[in-house]
């Protein structure tokens, strides 16, 4: 049986005083891609940023690998081995593409070398010494995505990464994550595209008003379609 990288038990999240998450609770396992569903304001990228420590007050239990981290700052917590991809991308304009690559600090071993990264995304290879703000909106996601791969994180938090985005390029989004998948990685997919999500994930959880309301295993997707249509609205 695999591990379990990630417990999330009994989380409670606030932006000052609007309390947003209301008991979250899911876990994941070494090498599993599951799904946070839901509408818009539900509470999935909440769960992303609260998992960083990145919201207000937090409090419940989220454990790394057994490790609590529910009192640590953000940096400790990244440094057990968790990658966040935004929503809004934060790309450094003024750096090039490879110069943003390079940024941020390895957390771990077995990240990807510049190389294997360019061959995951032969385009940032083409752009390498573009600035930030020349990437088209699909490069940025890619760049965005990339340089979390180099710091050897093993838990992939990624945020609404195929919004706005035109079809072809979350095509290659959707190899990539698979790519990723059967190198091991474990990722958590923040995703409004149903069916992009769906065939990916092992596992989905659907969000609405700061809960879990569902847990929809890959097998179930049939059966359950009509459940999750009302909750989607897909």
């Known amino acids: 049986m695999s591990k379990t990288l990630l417990r999330v038990s009994d989380l409670h999240a606030y932006y000052g005083e609007s309390h947003i998450l209301h008991g979250v609770n899911f876990e994941i396992k070494e090498g599993e891609l599951i799904t946070l569903l839901g509408r818009n304001g539900a509470g999935r990228s909440t769960t992303l940023k609260a998992i960083l420590g990145l ?7 989220i454990q790394v690998e057994g490790v609590e981290t529910i009192a640590m700052a953000t940096n400790k917590i990244a440094r057990l081995g968790l990658g966040f991809c935004p929503e809004e991308r934060g790309i450094f ?7 943003n690559l390079l940024l941020p ?29 020349r990437l088209s909106g699909g490069e940025q996601q890619m760049l965005a995505m990339a340089r979390i791969l180099r710091t050897g994180a093993k838990i992939l938090l990624l945020d609404e990464i195929t919004e706005g985005l035109a079809p072809v390029i979350v095509q290659t989004l959707g190899r990539v994550i698979r790519a990723l998948k059967a190198k091991g990685l474990t990722i958590i997919l923040v995703e409004q595209n149903f069916r992009f999500a769906a065939p990916l994930a092992d596992r989905h959880y659907v969000m609405e008003h700061g809960k879990i309301v569902a847990v929809v295993n890959k097998s179930e997707l049939a059966e359950k379609a009509a459940m999750l249509h009302e909750f989607l609205g897909v």
Do not use: H, Q, W
């Open 93 to 99: 304009s003024t750096l090039s593409c490879e110069e």
């Open 55 to 61: 919201t207000g007050k937090r409090t419940g239990s």
């Open 105 to 133: 600090p390895v957390v771990g071993p077995g990240g990807m070398s510049l190389a294997e990264i360019y061959d995951m995304f032969p385009n940032l290879k083409e752009r390498r010494n573009s600035p930030g703000t």
